[in-house]
């Protein structure tokens, strides 16, 4: 019985691994890249549906309306109110 519960526990991890594998691979390679102005008019458009600041506070990535995901950089030294009030 030891025998079985270990090998299920195997492939129950290898079956985790491979999921998490592939989650993160199809994340990745998705996101277009572009510019902090581009963001900027989208958002005062209503057309991002989530925005999430990577640890850094510089590097925006987000999803639009329409499903496609998107990556920009903030600029170092600008603070921007009507994009922080937009987002909030």
Do not use: C
């Not at 989530?50 to 309306?65: A, E, H, N, S, W």
Request: charged share 25%; net charge negative; proline share 1%.
């Amino acid at each position: 019985m030891n025998s079985v519960l270990r090998n299920l526990v195997v492939w129950f991890v290898l079956g985790s691994l491979l999921i998490y594998v592939f989650n993160n691979i199809e994340n990745t390679g998705a996101r277009e890249q572009i510019s902090y102005s581009q963001f900027k008019e989208e958002v005062l458009s209503d057309r991002i549906a989530k925005v999430v600041y990577k640890g850094d506070q510089m590097t925006i990535i987000g999803d639009r309306l329409d499903g496609s995901k998107f990556e920009t950089t903030h600029p170092i030294f600008k603070k921007d109110e009507a994009v922080d009030n937009a987002i909030e």
